[in-house]
């Protein structure tokens, strides 16, 4: 019998660099989880044990913290490219590099009643993202967001759905909707202000959210990724993923208490799960 | 031989309720963890099973729904009192009746930029908390804050410390301080604006945090604690839990790149851990 | 501008059942979580918000329940087929069926220093997984585990590896080398006996990993999968995931103690990744 | 206004250590985490930012490797009294230390059937733990584990308990009891075999809660506790924390199944707590 070793990787994940830059009046913070992955020649260290081609993933590490002294880590984008330009320039027997990123919201903290120039606290509980695929033929960036929990209170509903003997679920015209957004969207070029893209997607994405006369989750996912695409040229695609974060109403009629809408139970499993990929034609 | 029971306490944890009030023109949400615990004349439940004084857990679950559907859960400082007395004032083989809460932030999201009326994003880490512990003889009420993660990257340093022959740390008189702040102090009332009044301790925390020439983290502590004693005349006490979220400044002279305070890693463990309670004398 | 739904996938994930069957000398307990994802025709429901097509989460949630009271459980690969089937069978328009499942361990406790027909505790941290896919044309057949903690104390190195400006890393020929593993295989068949199969495999994997000389985690990642595909002809081909639990030698230097592999830190993050797929030419 | 620090602790926690030591014949490794803590004369380095009494968290967590190196971390409970030892005697600012230690399950794993000399896999979940504090008068030893989880599939009722306006549960004679054991108990004396007592005690709580009639969780904690005190002389007093692990029996009816006792949903929240002390009189 014969064996073929038909795809392997490997890297280094949970790299976490906080860079802080003085300027005179105040101190800017950015903090990036960092993970790197290379594809190449690399059957012969699973198949001998020959390490000549594998850089360390120490090393990986150590380049992500040394790369990071001299970059101004202004967007996530830009770092991830450099990152990546410098592991596949400098490594041949490297076919494609993987760069994956992953930013926390810090924001200026209120003293006195006005922001502290050198004091902050961690902002919501979103990141951004970035990952950039690098080979000797082309380079990927994509953007992202992930961990964003947003809910509405109304305009949400979910009826008219296919039934079977074991649906016991009710058609509702309101009920709250509440997730846990991630998105990522691929660029159609890598010559962009990443930041200002960035912002203007996250708030197409958001106020299509906030609008919606949502019919499902799939209704207005469709909705919020047309409204990226229609907005921003810069992206040809976009992946997004919206887990239920149920939001039960609680059966108060035992205790001879109506319940229109107003008390639910917060729940974590199980949940239903939506995701949907759009792009242009 | 001769055994005695010489506590118990049984309740119901993880309890996540949402309620949504939906004003003229803007739907209002309130989410809350509560748990509630109690102590009383358990002894035959555990020695006999008699289970004839144990107010089930599944029923304790159902009074904070119900009970949240004709409060307002204006502040949880108040739900947990009218928690704490209903419990009590039903139950006379409970003889402490003790409630948690916790509430997670949620903050209007921006559509088309400015403040949607029924669509929320999840605000910070952080959570509000309160404790209420109710006897025949007394009420306590706790407010506090937990999981607020904070940051200052200078006027923090540490030296002049005990040295012994395990000591390797240096001095250092500029590094970052960063830290998962929980505070939890005592009111000497409980009719007070516990909204009001939170927030204002809050902000003094975080003044205290921003502003302060720090020369270790309990110098930093303390001066924090001071700050709301001398300014919140409705507190007795305080308790504050600061663990050291440390970012290691990274070693990179192996690569001929200067370090000042510029490029820091960040570490989970081990972590250093100060707590001290402040009260006046 | 026109926008096509390139993709689209929904499901229900976290539906954690338990089946207790009370055989006459003992009770047999089954922990079982499923998450179902199909794939098919959609398009309506997110393009104009029309559910006739949509099979709820919540129903999806009820059949795993209901149809767990019907199947024996004996292994978690049959329930996904099962039910798999169920959904394809009744559903036409569900192109593409995915279950995915994952069963935690238990064993039976000792009382009286003997096993207890009645009363179990968790097993080790490992999960047993598997993953069937359906479509009108197909199916597919997947087991594997994941989740499972191993270490080796000696028979581990790696040296002679590619450096850079940013290596630091030193030679070694003898480290911890500690994983959790995740392995993922692909049956020629879905007429097996699955949990022999299973059984089987694992020993193979652990087996390898015990016994190799390892010159490196990608070296070590080969001989496992090698090891399977030679001896379990019913394997098409598998993945496997090895995440380095780096366990650091400590410098005991400043204290004048040698550390000759004897003391050690266990740490989260960063960590390295090897992952790798081995098939049959 | 006059404030007063009326406690102040600090120290170090998440040391992860790991002991390899290299028998003839096979390779015994022990993973431990521990927590330092320490009271004393810390008062000025709050109030004035003196740190000549502060012995650095960074030093303490040296000083947990350095000790482990010569000592044979045999039982935790042992390496904890000489850590306590250490930190007391070479201190005289430190009134009071507590060391924390916790130590995860490592088994032997078997290649070609039998047990391997050098590879080790994660046992179940459960941790051993022991707290010792020291001071100048005093020392106290508790053993105890955490994070067990058991089950138990019959001999296990809950009714004729107290009811209310918001009681809706039922009687049930016939119910799963899971929980994740916590267990902490005193020693008379720190001169024991700590191991065999460990492993008597552990043994009795399970015994105990395998073979009980139940009729409240309450009850089967009493029980176990009482065995331990009646069967372990060196025990003083027991603290045992039952949080109920609720597995809901599905309600299978709309399906026109019956459901008796086979079917559960596990669910994480709401939880109920259970806590109980029991010691000699």
């Known amino acids: 019998m014969s064996i073929k070793l038909s ?3 490997y890297g280094k994940s949970a790299v976490r660099v906080m860079k802080l830059t003085k300027h005179a009046d105040w101190h800017e913070i950015k903090e990036v989880d960092v993970r790197t992955l290379f594809e190449g020649e690399f059957e012969e260290a699973h198949t001998i044990g020959d390490n000549t081609n594998v850089l360390p993933t120490d090393t990986q590490k150590n380049t992500v913290f040394a790369l990071a002294k001299n970059h101004s880590l202004n967007t996530i984008e830009e770092f991830g490219i450099h990152l990546a330009k410098h592991f596949h320039d400098n490594n041949p027997q490297i076919h494609k590099v993987r760069v994956e990123l992953s930013q926390k919201q810090w924001v200026q903290m209120l003293a006195d009643g006005k922001p502290h120039p050198e004091a902050y606290q961690r902002g919501g509980n979103e ?4 990952v950039i695929e690098l080979t000797a033929d082309s380079m990927t960036v994509q953007s992202g967001i992930s961990d964003l929990l947003i809910l509405k209170t109304t305009n949400s509903g979910f009826s008219n759905f296919r039934r079977d003997e074991y649906t016991t679920l009710k058609d509702t015209e309101d009920r709250i ?10 660029y159609n070029s ?18 299509s959210f ?12 469709y909705d919020m990724g047309t409204r990226v695409l229609n907005h921003a040229e810069q992206v040809n695609k976009i992946d997004i993923d919206m887990p ?19 008390i639910f139970v917060v729940t974590e499993d199980p949940y239903g799960e939506i995701k949907g990929t759009l792009e242009r034609k």
């Open 7 to 9: 795809s392997t990787s």
């Open 127 to 130: 990141k951004w993202t970035a």
């Open 177 to 186: 909707f509440a997730t846990s957004l991630t998105a990522l969207w691929d």
């Open 190 to 207: 890598s010559d962009l202000d990443f930041g200002k893209t960035r912002k203007d997607i996250q708030e197409h994405l958001l106020t």
């Open 210 to 221: 906030a609008n919606h006369k949502s019919l499902s989750v799939q209704h207005t996912l």
């Open 244 to 262: 239920n974060k149920h939001h039960l109403l609680v059966n108060l009629s035992p205790f001879d208490l109506a319940n229109d809408n107003e």
